[in-house]
């Protein structure tokens, strides 16, 4: 999709790599901001939903620290590991209650 979308005329960003990745990390951005939003509405009030959207901004804030990293390689040439959440097993997210925590 995004590929077809900068072949078009009206488009002026090449589909380079360090596009797409700010592309994507500006998206998981705005996926924080979001979820903040609905757990300052929710906290104190619902606590099951607040739950919830705590543990899916973590993933998303997650998600941004990998396209950091990423775009930290790519532009300069740099391995930068976050490291501030690691996954056990596919499926398993740092604040899940599938698994304990990672801790060396």
């Known amino acids: 999709m995004i590929w077809r ?7 002026r960003i090449r ?5 797409i990745l700010t592309l994507l990390m500006e998206s998981e951005r705005c996926a924080i901001r979001s979820w903040s939003a609905v ?11 607040y739950d919830m959207a705590a543990r899916i901004l973590n993933e998303e804030v997650e998600h941004e620290a990998w396209f950091i ?6 532009r ?3 391995s930068i590991p976050s490291g ?5 097993e596919p499926g398993h997210a740092p ?10």
């Open 5 to 11: 979308a900068a072949q078009r005329p009206s488009c």
């Open 15 to 19: 589909p380079t790599v360090v596009n």
């Open 39 to 49: 757990c300052d509405m929710t906290f104190g009030k619902d606590p099951r939903t």
């Open 69 to 74: 990293e990423l775009l930290a390689k790519e």
């Open 76 to 78: 300069d040439g740099k």
């Open 84 to 88: 501030h959440f690691r996954r056990g």
């Open 95 to 104: 604040y899940s209650k599938n698994a304990g925590f990672y801790n060396p």
